[in-house]
């Protein structure tokens, strides 16, 4: 029997993560994990195509020489400020004798879909259903089989810049490899940190990386909203390097070392002793200084997140509260602060989902987009995906979640 292996690479601002793992019965045994420094990536989007390649390749041959095997594609995740998203509403009308919805008739909502204009630089990442409607009775998750003239679908259609996509497929294939699927990031992480129960009830999930923050908005299973926003972990380490005049890695040490969200969450408020630069001495800082300098851009980044989340009325619907993973939920007391913001109940999302293997090499919210992204999309065959010869055939749809492998068929590739 074939062996189902499959790999994510998560392309990071401030590192590149892949993961090698075998799906059986179901779960996904990590066999192989690699990291690699990423110096060609600045807020999501490929600024040097040859040291971003160089990067997904020592990550990959990591990866790949702890699992003994060799790759040739991977599922790759996109983020970056490029990325937006609507919501579009389209209908089909049944002609079948008998008025049975057969997947016929997903395929023409899905390909009604696809003939929205879209600026020109733009493409379809993903479309993901968030309702369909049957002759205006609303709620059904799995309309095939259902009998009506009529079948109407809310979507969740996700656009990302062409350029964009071109780099990525450019950098990954200088190093060597394919790409199997794109899938947008904070998906990927909501598959790896959240259960059905919260995207049921309502979740907001904050994936906090080096160089932008994904926001991912579920409700009743389904996710509703996205948004990408450019402020995140290397702006805190810039502000504590502008404000005490040290270096960007002794600012980025510190931050890891020490550092705090909140002042609330201080446990104790010592002191600091920093190695000067120059004909600069060292110098000697509380706790509390560097966590005001911290906490100042903490609070700006959720105070953006929670004022969008207001004007798109989507704050009132998680009612399971907040989920923050990625590297920048490490700082000590990020909960504290987003509760305070919020004002709704906040947790830290780790790898949890349906996997088994090297779990403490990534049991960290800094992974959770990688160990999402092996996961690819649940129900399709490998032989049904796109294959990457055209930017146009870059997209793909995204099944994020148990509740639509029934429906896995309305998918298809550009």
Same mark, same amino acid.
């Given at each position: 029997?074939?062996?189902?292996?499959?790999?994510?690479?998560?392309?990071? #601002? #401030?590192?590149?993560?892949?993961?090698?793992?075998?799906?059986?019965?179901?779960?996904?045994?990590?066999?192989?994990?690699?990291?690699?420094?990423?110096?060609?990536?600045?807020? *999501?989007?490929?600024?040097?195509?040859?040291?971003?390649?160089?990067?997904?390749? /020592?990550? =990959?041959?990591?990866?790949?020489?702890?699992?003994?095997?060799?790759?040739?594609?991977?599922?790759?995740?996109?983020?970056?400020?490029?990325?937006?998203?609507?919501?579009?509403?389209?209908?089909?009308?049944?002609?079948?004798?008998?008025?049975?919805?057969?997947?016929?008739?997903?395929?023409?909502?899905?390909?009604?879909?696809? /003939?929205?204009?879209?600026?020109?630089?733009?493409?379809?990442?993903?479309?993901?259903?968030?309702?369909?409607?049957?002759?205006?009775?609303? $709620? =059904?998750?799995?309309?095939?089989?259902?009998?009506?003239?009529?079948?109407?679908?809310?979507?969740?259609?996700?656009?990302?810049?062409?350029?964009? &996509?071109?780099?990525?497929?450019?950098?990954?294939?200088?190093?060597?490899?394919?790409?199997?699927?794109?899938?947008?990031?904070?998906?990927?992480?909501?598959?790896?940190?959240?259960?059905?129960?919260?995207?049921?009830?309502?979740?907001?999930?904050?994936?906090?990386?080096?160089?932008? /923050?994904?926001?991912?908005?579920?409700?009743?299973?389904?996710?509703?909203?996205?948004?990408?926003? !450019?402020?995140?972990?290397?702006?805190?380490?810039?502000?504590?390097?502008?404000?005490? $005049?040290?270096? +960007?890695?002794?600012?980025?040490?510190?931050?890891?070392?020490?550092?705090?969200? +909140?002042?609330?969450?201080?446990?104790?408020?010592?002191?600091?002793?920093?190695?000067?630069?120059?004909?600069?001495?060292?110098?000697?800082?509380?706790?509390?200084?560097? +966590?005001?300098?911290?906490?100042?851009? &903490?609070?700006?980044?959720?105070?953006?997140?929670?004022?969008?989340?207001?004007? /798109?009325?989507?704050?009132?619907?998680?009612?399971?509260? =907040?989920?923050?993973? *990625?590297? *920048?939920?490490?700082?000590? $007391?990020?909960?504290?602060?987003?509760?305070?913001?919020?004002?709704?109940?906040?947790?830290? !999302?780790?790898?949890?989902?349906?996997?088994?293997?090297?779990?403490?090499?990534?049991?960290?919210?800094?992974?959770? #987009?990688?160990?999402?992204?092996? *996961?690819?999309?649940?129900?399709?065959?490998?032989?049904?995906?796109?294959?990457?010869?055209?930017?146009?055939?870059? +997209?793909?749809?995204?099944?994020?979640?148990?509740?639509?492998?029934?429906?896995?068929?309305?998918?298809?590739?550009?």
């Amino acid at each position: 029997m074939k062996r189902k292996i499959t790999a994510g690479l998560d392309l990071g #601002t #401030t590192k590149v993560c892949a993961i090698i793992a075998e799906e059986i019965d179901g779960i996904h045994n990590i066999l192989g994990f690699g990291v690699a420094p990423s110096d060609g990536l600045q807020r *999501g989007l490929v600024a040097n195509i040859s040291k971003t390649a160089e990067a997904i390749k /020592t990550a =990959i041959e990591k990866a790949s020489n702890q699992a003994d095997i060799k790759i040739k594609e991977v599922n790759v995740g996109v983020a970056g400020e490029h990325i937006t998203s609507l919501r579009h509403r389209n209908y089909v009308t049944i002609s079948n004798p008998d008025n049975e919805i057969v997947q016929h008739d997903l395929d023409r909502l899905n390909a009604d879909v696809r /003939t929205i204009r879209i600026p020109s630089d733009r493409q379809i990442l993903h479309i993901i259903p968030e309702d369909f409607s049957v002759d205006h009775q609303g $709620g =059904i998750e799995d309309p095939i089989g259902h009998c009506g003239s009529r079948l109407e679908a809310v979507n969740h259609v996700v656009l990302a810049s062409i350029p964009a &996509m071109q780099n990525i497929k450019k950098s990954v294939e200088r190093a060597g490899y394919s790409v199997k699927d794109y899938i947008l990031q904070p998906i990927a992480s909501s598959l790896s940190v959240l259960d059905e129960n919260e995207k049921d009830l309502g979740v907001i999930l904050i994936d906090i990386g080096g160089g932008t /923050t994904d926001i991912a908005v579920f409700h009743r299973k389904s996710i509703k909203h996205t948004k990408v926003i !450019g402020v995140a972990g290397n702006q805190v380490t810039n502000d504590i390097r502008e404000s005490l $005049g040290i270096v +960007t890695t002794d600012a980025e040490e510190l931050k890891r070392e020490y550092g705090y969200a +909140t002042e609330s969450a201080i446990i104790k408020d010592e002191d600091i002793y920093i190695q000067g630069v120059g004909a600069r001495g060292n110098i000697k800082i509380p706790v509390s200084l560097l +966590t005001q300098i911290i906490s100042v851009r &903490m609070k700006e980044l959720f105070s953006i997140i929670d004022n969008d989340l207001r004007q /798109t009325g989507f704050k009132t619907k998680a009612k399971a509260g =907040i989920v923050l993973t *990625g590297g *920048g939920s490490l700082l000590r $007391g990020c909960t504290d602060l987003a509760e305070e913001v919020f004002g709704l109940p906040t947790r830290i !999302g780790v790898p949890q989902e349906k996997i088994s293997g090297m779990m403490r090499e990534i049991e960290s919210p800094e992974f959770s #987009t990688a160990a999402g992204l092996i *996961g690819g999309i649940p129900g399709r065959k490998s032989s049904e995906m796109p294959k990457q010869s055209s930017p146009g055939m870059m +997209t793909n749809a995204f099944n994020f979640s148990k509740v639509f492998k029934k429906v896995q068929e309305f998918f298809d590739e550009l």
